[in-house]
């Protein structure tokens, strides 16, 4: 039997494997756990009568009957005239709580949900907890948010808006996410920088471009990293399509992060020079020192023949200065990928007739103090 007709699994980086009957988070190794290979679907499996994630509910490992769904998914994905090149933008502000994260939100709380949680813990610096806190309530989880202190105001009072129990923590991202660690120990720690099904919903954003693009793929993906959770999505999406023998060949993943943040830029290039000093950044999202996943990010841009490098501030302000000016109003995160987009463009990495998809990550709405003090 190959492995993609298996029963589905998680597996820990040990190669130990686990039952999805139980609400675990990690592995016994103490790291990450990912869902074992899936089969992908072919056009005839995309429930096109579902306008959200779950017309792909077929690559999806949840029981249909336990889904909690707020819309999330099937985003726009516009074409725009840039600097000569007809690029793709996906507007992932679209989702429920205006980010792409709703889409791993959506598919994790309906796993944790079908198992019984009833009170978990998230920490995030903004959009993720949003959306943690939405679907909670939506699904009638206690939900407990730990936060920076430096969060906006709009993601605090989303939050506490959908009910959550929102604690804002005096220290950095990094220092969140290890008070968060210790705090595992007494509440079911729903992390989505650690919880596989998050993933298992971030890969329907590689779905949907395949399906927008008339069941094909395209040349590249460009990408703003963080953690990486879009970078693995579109990994574990393209991999499964390409078993299905659905696509050729796989889309290159073109990844863009802030130069203070580069850790998975540094990881791709094979860099081993002294941690970078880490400086404020305005695309706040991707200020993320050690990505928990940071192994299998790198793992999967190297399989796509991608790429990853650095982008500095005053590129970021004025990548989103120009998403302004096209009428498109994005987070200051979202504009990591267009910095990085201009620069593939212009060392020539992306080619003149090459399709290339550009996701823009949230909105801007909720990040009113940053955009005052660019615009």
């Known amino acids: 039997m190959k492995q993609s007709e298996e029963t589905p699994h998680l597996v820990d980086r040990s190669g130990r494997r686990y039952g999805l009957a139980e609400p675990r988070w990690r592995g016994d190794d103490g790291g990450p756990l990912m869902m074992s290979p899936l089969s992908g679907i072919t056009p005839s499996q995309v429930d096109t009568a579902e306008r959200s994630l779950w017309r792909y509910g077929a690559a999806i490992p949840v029981n249909p009957a336990a889904r909690v769904s707020l819309g999330e998914g099937f985003t726009p994905q516009v074409p725009l005239d840039w600097h000569g090149r007809n690029i793709h933008f996906k507007l992932e502000w679209f989702n429920p709580t205006s980010s792409f994260k709703d889409r791993g939100t959506a598919v994790m709380i309906s796993h944790l949900a079908s198992l019984g949680v009833t009170e978990l813990l998230e920490d995030s610096s903004g959009n993720g907890g949003s959306s943690v806190s939405a679907y909670c309530a939506a699904s009638r989880i206690r939900a407990r948010i730990?936060?920076?202190?430096?969060?906006?105001?709009?993601?605090?009072?989303?939050?506490?808006?959908?009910?959550?129990?929102?604690?804002?923590?005096?220290?950095?991202?990094?220092?969140?996410?290890?008070?968060?660690?210790?705090?595992?120990?007494?509440?079911?720690?729903?992390?989505?920088?650690?919880?596989?099904?998050?993933?298992?919903g971030t890969k329907t954003i590689a779905y949907e471009m395949w399906e927008m693009l008339g069941f094909r793929a395209p040349d590249n993906v460009v990408l703003v990293a963080g953690a990486g959770s879009v970078v693995l999505g579109c990994d574990i999406a393209f991999t499964e399509l390409l078993e299905a023998g659905q696509i050729d060949r796989r889309p290159r993943l073109l990844v863009g992060q802030p130069e203070s943040?580069?850790?998975?830029?540094?990881?791709?290039?094979?860099?081993?020079?002294?941690?970078?000093?880490?400086?404020?950044?305005?695309a706040a999202g991707a200020s993320i020192s050690a990505p928990v996943r940071l192994r299998e990010a790198v793992e999967a841009i190297h399989r796509s023949n991608g790429a990853a490098i650095a982008v500095d501030e005053d590129s970021i302000r004025a990548s989103l200065r120009e998403l302004l000016a096209r009428g498109l109003y994005a987070e200051p995160t979202s504009a990591v990928a267009v910095a990085a987009l201009d620069q593939y463009i212009a060392n020539g990495t992306i080619g003149a007739d090459e399709t290339t998809i550009v996701v823009l990550t949230g909105s801007a709405l909720k990040a009113a103090d940053t955009m005052a003090a660019v615009i």
């Open 146 to 200: 730990l936060a920076p202190a430096t969060m906006s105001e709009a993601k605090t009072l989303q939050c506490r808006a959908f009910g959550a129990d929102v604690e804002l923590y005096p220290g950095t991202r990094d220092e969140v996410a290890e008070e968060a660690l210790r705090q595992s120990a007494k509440v079911f720690y729903a992390s989505h920088n650690w919880h596989p099904f998050f993933l298992q």
């Open 261 to 282: 943040w580069a850790t998975i830029v540094d990881g791709v290039n094979g860099w081993s020079t002294a941690p970078r000093t880490r400086t404020p950044t305005i």
